[in-house]
């Protein structure tokens, strides 16, 4: 590079490039996904207090539970979401799921740690834990998504990331499946990983990491094996999007 260059480089630094459009910006609020993105993602504010997802059409009323959770409560103490499974924002999370784009972890990262300052700095969480996927599929996508979104939050939060679990079989697309086939499906699904000790979790707090809850059905699994299995004291979950409770 000529001196010239690198003096304009300087002077002028050429301006970052949004991961999400691919257009150069000035200023964003989280960085690597430009404002003009964000402002086409829909984050959620008002949500279930439990599973921490949009009701649609909004209904709630001074924090009462959706309709779901009314029916049959999840086994962890409570979900939180960054925003809605919906328009741009699933287009982009889509994109970083099928699309061979682990760079986006790096932005969804700096989301959860936004959410997980505001619903549990307080829980004293003492292991975050991914969702783990069957190996098939890993295969085929190259990366565990929600892996690496708990690795790059671990840097951020200082929770100690713990790789433990195995998805030992390789369920049908849950959305495709009755609320009651879905847990059929997930039956005997995960297991621990050989190596791992479960006593080091026996009343600990654990939060759970994801990319999207669908139907909520992989969340409340995973986190009665945490429970149940590993005997933790509580968990949580936590996850860039979810899809919202629709009420006819």
Same mark, same amino acid.
């Given at each position: 590079?000529? +001196?010239? *260059?690198?003096?304009?480089?300087?002077? !002028?630094?050429?301006?970052?490039?949004?991961?999400?459009?691919?257009?150069?910006?000035?200023?964003?609020?989280? %960085?690597?996904?430009? *404002? @003009?993105?964000?402002?086409?993602?829909?984050?959620?504010?008002?949500?279930?207090?439990?599973?921490?997802?949009? /009701? /649609?059409?909004?209904?709630?009323?001074?924090? #009462?539970?959706?309709?779901?959770?009314? %029916?049959?409560?999840?086994? &962890?103490?409570?979900?939180?979401?960054?925003?809605? &499974?919906?328009?741009?924002? @699933?287009?982009?999370?889509?994109?970083?799921?099928?699309?061979?784009?682990?760079?986006?972890?790096?932005?969804?990262?700096?989301?959860?740690?936004?959410? !997980?300052?505001?619903?549990?700095?307080?829980?004293?969480?003492? &292991?975050?834990?991914?969702?783990?996927?069957?190996? %098939?599929?890993?295969?085929?996508?190259?990366?565990? #998504?929600?892996?690496?979104?708990? #690795?790059?939050?671990?840097?951020?939060?200082?929770?100690?990331?713990?790789?433990?679990?195995?998805?030992?079989?390789?369920?049908?697309?849950? &959305?495709?499946?009755?609320?009651?086939?879905?847990?059929?499906?997930?039956?005997?699904?995960?297991?621990?990983? %050989?190596?791992?000790?479960?006593?080091?979790?026996?009343?600990?707090?654990?939060?759970?990491?994801?990319?999207?809850?669908?139907?909520?059905?992989?969340?409340?699994?995973?986190?009665?094996?945490?429970?149940?299995?590993?005997?933790?004291?509580? +968990?949580? /979950?936590?996850?860039?999007?979810?899809?919202?409770?629709?009420?006819?």
């Amino acid at each position: 590079m000529k +001196v010239l *260059d690198i003096l304009k480089d300087l002077i !002028y630094p050429e301006k970052p490039v949004c991961l999400a459009c691919g257009r150069r910006y000035d200023h964003s609020e989280i %960085e690597g996904v430009c *404002d @003009r993105c964000l402002s086409r993602f829909s984050f959620i504010t008002e949500s279930c207090p439990v599973c921490g997802r949009e /009701v /649609v059409p909004a209904v709630l009323i001074d924090g #009462q539970h959706c309709p779901e959770c009314k %029916e049959e409560r999840p086994p &962890y103490n409570f979900a939180r979401s960054v925003f809605a &499974y919906s328009g741009y924002a @699933r287009e982009v999370l889509l994109e970083y799921k099928y699309g061979h784009r682990p760079d986006l972890a790096e932005p969804f990262s700096h989301m959860l740690f936004l959410y !997980y300052e505001e619903y549990f700095r307080d829980q004293n969480i003492d &292991y975050m834990i991914p969702v783990p996927m069957h190996g %098939e599929r890993k295969n085929y996508r190259g990366y565990n #998504q929600a892996a690496r979104l708990a #690795q790059a939050l671990s840097k951020k939060n200082k929770i100690e990331y713990k790789d433990v679990l195995l998805r030992v079989k390789n369920s049908l697309p849950l &959305y495709t499946l009755t609320k009651k086939a879905r847990k059929l499906e997930l039956e005997g699904a995960f297991e621990l990983k %050989e190596d791992i000790d479960p006593t080091i979790f026996k009343d600990k707090n654990i939060l759970i990491i994801d990319d999207i809850i669908t139907t909520g059905t992989t969340a409340s699994e995973i986190s009665h094996f945490v429970l149940e299995e590993m005997k933790a004291a509580n +968990v949580y /979950v936590l996850t860039t999007a979810s899809v919202p409770v629709k009420i006819d």
